[in-house]
């Protein structure tokens, strides 16, 4: 009798952490949507913030750094970096008794370094590796075409026409990272730096990590023009702190 008791207490205490841990999973999922929602928000818009009220209890945040994001220009004379990122992610891990059967990506896809115009900068993704997790990364860029423009150098009458291409990437920095049972996951843009490179008449590929790239004829360019890209990097900075 005493063996069955002890057994059936240990299974409905097994029981109840698994359904507690997989509580604050799915709320550890619903929080990492809801600061992406924000992320889109504050996009442009320099010290703004957005915060986040979530618990970590059996659940416990990261900013973990997976490597460099290196956006390269290929053309006919040779190539050069125009930008160099970190690729930094912002990860939840559930509790031990909590899995995931299936990776699953609530938001953008986490095998695309390029996106265009409708495509997602940022990518939720929850998976399985040595436990749950659920992600929240920008480790990709977005790649636009917006036409020709007319453009004057202030000596002539006369515009010069040239592509007009913009680039657009995420670099994401971790701030303090101390959790407590009642948290704020706090995400401000700490500012948006905008670099213009011109490129001559021809073709050129935009490369990242040698892994993917895209022309400019791809992207709906003029080749036989000159192109303007004005590259934007957006900064953001996570920290998570006590209280409510």
């Known amino acids: 009798m005493v063996v069955i008791i002890v057994t059936a207490s240990y299974f409905a205490n097994d029981t109840l952490n698994f359904n507690v841990e997989s509580v604050q999973f799915d709320q550890s999922v619903n929080a990492v949507l809801s600061l992406e929602k924000i992320a889109k928000k504050i996009m442009f818009k320099p010290l703004s913030t957005g915060?986040?009220?979530?618990?970590?209890?059996?659940?416990?945040?990261?900013?973990?750094?997976?490597?460099?994001?290196?956006?390269?220009?290929?053309?006919?004379?040779?190539?050069?970096?125009i930008a160099s990122v970190s690729m930094?992610?912002?990860?939840?891990?559930?509790?031990?008794?909590?899995?995931?059967?299936?990776?699953?990506?609530?938001?953008g896809n986490d095998s695309l370094?390029?996106?265009?115009?409708?495509?997602?900068?940022?990518?939720?993704?929850?998976?399985?590796?040595?436990?749950?997790?659920?992600?929240?990364?920008?480790?990709?860029?977005?790649?636009?075409?917006?036409?020709?423009?007319?453009?004057?150098?202030?000596?002539?009458?006369?515009?010069?026409?040239r592509n007009l291409l913009e680039i657009t990437v995420v670099r994401l920095s971790s701030g303090e990272i101390s959790p407590f049972e009642t948290s704020r996951i706090i995400l401000e843009n700490t500012g948006v730096e905008t670099r213009q490179i011109l490129q001559g008449i021809g073709d050129f590929n935009i490369k990242v990590n040698e892994e993917e790239h895209v022309s400019l004829t791809d992207l709906g360019g003029n080749a036989a023009l000159p192109t303007l890209?004005?590259?934007?990097?957006?900064?953001?900075?996570?920290?998570?702190l006590g209280g409510g």
């Open 51 to 81: 915060i986040v009220k979530t618990s970590f209890v059996t659940t416990y945040p990261y900013v973990v750094e997976e490597g460099t994001m290196n956006i390269v220009i290929l053309n006919a004379t040779g190539s050069f970096t």
């Open 88 to 107: 930094n992610s912002f990860k939840i891990q559930g509790g031990p008794h909590v899995g995931v059967s299936t990776d699953y990506c609530f938001v």
């Open 113 to 161: 370094s390029i996106v265009y115009l409708n495509g997602s900068l940022s990518c939720v993704k929850k998976y399985q590796d040595q436990g749950a997790w659920v992600s929240l990364d920008f480790n990709r860029i977005r790649c636009v075409y917006c036409g020709e423009m007319n453009y004057y150098n202030g000596s002539t009458s006369e515009p010069s026409t």
């Open 229 to 240: 890209i004005n590259l934007t990097i957006v900064d953001f900075e996570i920290t998570v």
